[in-house]
């Protein structure tokens, strides 16, 4: 799924806001699979592009190549993911880290961070950013 948000750009500048733009997506979520949402935002942490991208119960899909696509398009300076685990445990699997690793790396050509990458369960969530992770 793809979509823009209309103007005013929403700002995403911090764990609490990003915490609370992404608890809205995941309400139009199914919360029995995991799903992959990804904002690129600009240098001041307005929001300029949003996907989402589903996986199954075990795993969400993590098009890397894609979102590095998305971020050349537009001019991405950051980018924070989000996606649930619907195990109820939201910690960070190997695959998440490896993953978030790796797109990491390759933004870092474009001069494009990641910012953050949340980990959903429920209404709780954890940070990359916060656990060291990023």
Not at 17 to 28: K, L, P, Q, T
Not at 60 to 85: E, T
Not at 91 to 97: A, I, L, R, V
């Given at each position: 799924?793809?979509?823009?948000?209309?103007?005013?750009?929403?700002?995403?500048?911090?764990?609490?806001?990003?915490?609370?733009?992404?608890?809205?997506?995941?309400?139009?979520?199914?919360?029995?699979?995991?799903?992959?949402?990804?904002?690129?935002?600009?240098?001041?942490?307005?929001?300029?592009?949003?996907?989402?991208?589903?996986?199954?119960?075990?795993?969400?899909?993590f098009?890397?190549?894609?979102?590095?696509?998305?971020?050349?398009?537009?001019?991405?300076?950051?980018?924070?993911?989000?996606?649930?685990?619907?195990?109820?445990d939201?910690?960070?699997?190997?695959?998440?880290?490896?993953?978030?690793?790796?797109?990491?790396a390759?933004?870092?050509?474009?001069?494009?961070?990641?910012?953050?990458?949340?980990?959903?369960?429920?209404?709780?969530?954890?940070?990359?950013?916060?656990?060291?992770?990023?």
């Amino acid at each position: 799924m793809r979509f823009q948000r209309a103007e005013p750009p929403l700002k995403i500048d911090g764990l609490a806001a990003a915490r609370d733009f992404f608890a809205g997506c995941f309400a139009e979520s199914d919360p029995r699979r995991e799903t992959l949402w990804v904002a690129h935002l600009d240098d001041q942490a307005r929001c300029l592009h949003v996907t989402s991208h589903e996986g199954d119960e075990t795993g969400a899909s993590f098009p890397l190549r894609q979102i590095i696509v998305d971020a050349a398009q537009h001019g991405s300076a950051g980018i924070v993911l989000a996606h649930n685990h619907p195990s109820g445990d939201m910690t960070p699997s190997d695959s998440d880290k490896r993953s978030t690793r790796k797109l990491a790396a390759a933004t870092e050509a474009l001069d494009c961070a990641v910012l953050d990458h949340l980990v959903f369960a429920g209404s709780d969530c954890a940070s990359f950013r916060q656990l060291g992770y990023l």
